[in-house]
């Protein structure tokens, strides 16, 4: 492996096509303003690194990224890149990982609008993200811990994992397909609509107008607060613990809760059933 430490980089392709590189502690930064410092790059590690240029990482194969700092001025640092792993980094430029595969980010801070854009096979632990259109269209998403904020997140996802998160966002998971959701959190307006697939188990759920148009919707010891709407025109089984606002025609299923302000069935083709109480007895109200 060949070790390049201290140096700063600020031509076109600098280090274009590298193979087996070590780069410690250098600056990608200067008057020069290069693009694509390891485009068609493979084997490389970058450590304590700094990164102010745009396009860093193309078409990259094997790369690990650790205890460095891409800025905002680093947009789209990578993409098209396969086999990644990146610990304890900043990443604070726009669109910074798009269609990329293989993934691994751990530690990392983001600051990143319209992240994640058509990538699969993600594993994310222990990061704090702030985006719009998180993870538009990715598919394997596996997350662990981590906290985001942002709107239009998880759109059109497929089969993805989360656990013990926390997401404060609105519309998310809108269209996704085969998501579980796990011990987490989350705050949004305008939840999971047109979802296929999706299913919360042990979650906190905040946020009017929740899954709406769902198809195979489940929810298993369930907690909403302030959710009024919920369940219009869904397919949906429901163990919810605590008191809803409102429930509005649900379109087939059984939505169990301890109590509801108001059951709307207005709609001649909603056929679902709230059964209210702890008896489980079921409940519905007239048109």
Known sequence: MKIIENKTFDEERALYGSRGVVVKNCRFDGPADGESAFKESSDVTAENCYFNLRYPFWHDHNLVVRDSEMTKLCRAALWYSERVSVFDTK??????????????????????????WSSENIVMRGCRAESEYFFLRAKSLRLTDVVFSGKYSFQYIENAVFEKCTFDTKDAFWHCKNVVVRDSVVNGEYLAWYSEGLTLVNCKITGTQPFCYCKNLKLIGCEMQNADLCFEKSDVEAEITTPVVSIKNPLSGTIRVPAV?????????????????ASRQCARAEG
Not at 261 to 277: F, T
Request: charged content about 30%.
């Open 91 to 116: 990443m604070h430029g726009i669109k910074a990982l798009r269609e990329c595969r293989d993934i691994v980010l751990e530690g990392c801070d983001i600051v990143s609008p319209e992240f994640g």
């Open 261 to 277: 302000g108001e059951i709307i069935l207005d709609d001649p083709h909603a056929h679902g059933k709230v059964a209210v109480g």
